[in-house]
């Protein structure tokens, strides 16, 4: 039962002591992950925790079903300090989601791309407590620090009262820092921009490729796994984490591609998959 496993996760979450130089990285499916550094709360990245697609687009309902019952329910997250969501795919910004997670935590507040603003209205959430971001400024929130990266999904887009369309974030945390892709491609400058930042330890990219029988449908892919683990190779990522690649079977390729990749590019990458609500301890090694 998902309410049984649901509540034993978020008592595991909150019982969890993370020493300093460690990080908690829960898996919930797709690009969704869940943080804990120390003390402060959880931060959510990409939570889609409900049939969505399905439900709100009937031309894709039968293929976008969910592949397996989320691990915990929207209702169930108390522990939410912050939410980030890279941008308004429903995948990614899920109103059914966001809605009632952000009355089980009335103390989270939410990052956003302008483009989403959209999403959570209808997910009820007000103004005060939603943040859109500069790219390329990190911002404080509590104790950790959030530093929105623009991604291409296929291109970067920008507009000038909404911001950039397509995020990834850098989250530095107790003494660890955290990339998150977002669904992008590698575009002219990104390898530069992000040796620009502080070195990443563990980085989930969404690595489920891209082809045109898929972009016949509007589904935008995301890394092929050989720039996902070429990437980490000229990035210098300690621990890379594949994402986007489990919750849609239709939008996946094959699980063992990344690592297949990472054997032939990069053999020493350190390579995890999350399943949902499965925990990774990541310790940094100084």
């Known amino acids: 039962m998902v309410q049984d496993s649901g509540a034993a996760l978020i008592r595991q979450m909150d019982a969890l002591a993370v020493p300093p ?13 869940a943080l804990k550094g120390g003390d402060g709360g959880l931060v959510y990245i990409d939570p889609c925790l409900s049939d969505v697609v399905a439900e ?8 976008f079903q969910r592949a397996y ?19 308004e795919h429903l995948d990614h910004c899920d109103p059914l989601t966001l809605g009632p997670l952000a009355q089980a ?3 989270a507040r939410f990052v956003i791309s302008g483009w989403a603003e959209g999403v959570l209205d209808e997910a009820g ?37 909404r911001g950039h369309r ?41 690595a489920n490729g891209r082809d045109a029988y898929r972009d016949s449908f509007g589904v935008t892919g995301n890394l092929l796994p050989a720039e996902a683990a070429w990437l980490a190779a000229q990035l210098g ?5 594949g994402g986007h690649n489990d919750l849609y079977p239709w939008n ?19 390579l995890h998959t999350l399943q949902p609500g499965e925990l990774l301890f990541y310790h940094r090694m100084d």
């Open 21 to 33: 130089g460690s990080l908690a990285i829960w898996g919930l499916g797709q690009m969704g992950v």
């Open 56 to 63: 709100r687009v009937p031309a894709l309902a039968d293929k």
């Open 69 to 87: 019952p989320p691990p915990v329910l929207p209702a169930q997250i108390t522990n939410a300090a912050l939410v980030l969501c890279s941008h």
């Open 105 to 107: 935590s009335p103390q």
């Open 125 to 161: 959430i007000s103004l005060e407590r939603r943040h859109v971001l500069s790219a390329g400024v990190p911002v404080q929130f509590g104790p950790l620090s959030v530093t929105v990266v623009p991604s291409a999904h296929y291109q970067v887009e920008h507009d000038p009262a």
């Open 166 to 206: 397509w995020l990834g974030f850098l989250i530095q945390w107790n003494g660890v820092t955290f990339f998150h892709s977002g669904d992008t491609v590698i575009y002219d400058g990104y390898v530069e921009l992000l040796r620009g930042l502080p070195r990443t330890d563990v980085a989930m990219v969404a």
């Open 237 to 241: 990522w300690d621990t890379l984490i």
């Open 252 to 270: 996946t390729i094959g699980a063992g591609e990344l690592a297949v990749a990472v054997q032939r590019i990069n053999p020493r990458q350190k």
